[in-house]
């Protein structure tokens, strides 16, 4: 069937509408909704799941523990931990090879936390860090840590220092990512990678000779382990954890 043409009144006002249209695009997508990385797949579908549920701490256990401390709480659908020290690191139930990891965080004034993965509950490692490696979740404008590159936020802690300060003010949102795959380890902050190094490979035990963990002889050897958050005696605050499995 023959379309008929548009008539020149009415390309105008097509035409005319066309910038709302983009504007309202634009409005609706808010100011934390930056591009995000790009997964292995190029979206965010496939084999993601969750790892927080919203309403209670199952899943989580503290380290080395049956449960976790009453400390960690969940309020309105986040994971807060509070302050004041003694709650302990809590894991993931389950342990991860190659993954994807997803989450928001939010940090207290002067606040400082982690993220630790490829975490092993050895005889010998009585904390998550005598093991797991680290994505930093700091203040960095009022923690000590902040003066140390290698210790900000987004940093795998004491290893390499973020590559750009993509970390938001306290008390804003922070969307986090950390991939582990083909002996590679990537930190995103706030849709940018920081932090892309080897692991596993003589350059990582280089690495590694250098830092803190040169005296932690299982630090950093296990190609699997739970996912820790850390307590590291501040408020902190974690939402929309998600995973994937790459193995």
């Known amino acids: 069937?023959?379309?008929?043409?548009?008539?020149?009144?009415?390309?105008?006002?097509?035409?005319?509408?066309?910038?709302?249209?983009?504007a309202a695009c634009s409005l609706s997508q808010g100011p934390g909704d930056e591009a995000r990385p790009m997964t292995l797949a190029s979206d965010m579908q496939d084999?993601?799941?969750?790892?927080?549920?919203?309403?209670?701490?199952?899943?989580?256990?503290?380290?080395?523990?049956?449960?976790?401390?009453?400390?960690?709480?969940?309020?309105?659908?986040?994971?807060?931990?509070?302050?004041?020290?003694?709650?302990?690191?809590?894991?993931?139930q389950e342990e991860f090879g190659e993954?994807?990891?997803?989450?928001?965080?939010?940090?207290?004034?002067?606040?400082?936390?982690?993220?630790?993965?490829?975490?092993?509950?050895?005889?010998?490692?009585?904390?998550?860090?005598?093991?797991?490696?680290e994505m930093q979740v700091l203040d960095n404008d009022r923690h000590p840590d902040g003066k140390l590159a290698s210790h900000r936020a987004g940093a795998l802690y004491d290893l390499e220092a973020p590559s750009a300060p993509m970390v938001r003010p306290v008390g804003e949102w922070n969307s986090a990512r950390i991939l582990v795959h083909n002996g590679r380890v990537e930190h995103w902050l706030n849709g940018v990678k920081v932090v892309d190094t080897s692991y596993g490979d003589d350059a990582w035990r280089t690495k590694v000779a250098g830092s803190k963990f040169a005296s932690m002889p299982l630090f950093g050897t296990f190609s699997r382990g739970h996912i820790a958050l850390q307590d590291h005696s501040d408020q902190v605050w974690y939402r929309n954890i998600r995973i994937r499995s790459l193995d």
């Open 1 to 22: 069937m023959t379309r008929k043409a548009l008539s020149p009144l009415r390309n105008a006002l097509l035409l005319a509408a066309v910038p709302a249209m983009l």
């Open 47 to 92: 084999g993601w799941r969750s790892l927080f549920n919203g309403r209670d701490l199952t899943g989580w256990r503290g380290y080395k523990k049956a449960s976790a401390s009453t400390k960690w709480r969940v309020e309105d659908g986040v994971l807060t931990l509070e302050a004041g020290g003694g709650a302990g690191d809590i894991v993931s």
């Open 99 to 133: 993954f994807e990891l997803s989450l928001d965080w939010k940090i207290s004034e002067g606040g400082n936390s982690g993220i630790i993965y490829l975490v092993n509950e050895a005889d010998a490692a009585s904390q998550t860090y005598n093991t797991g490696l």
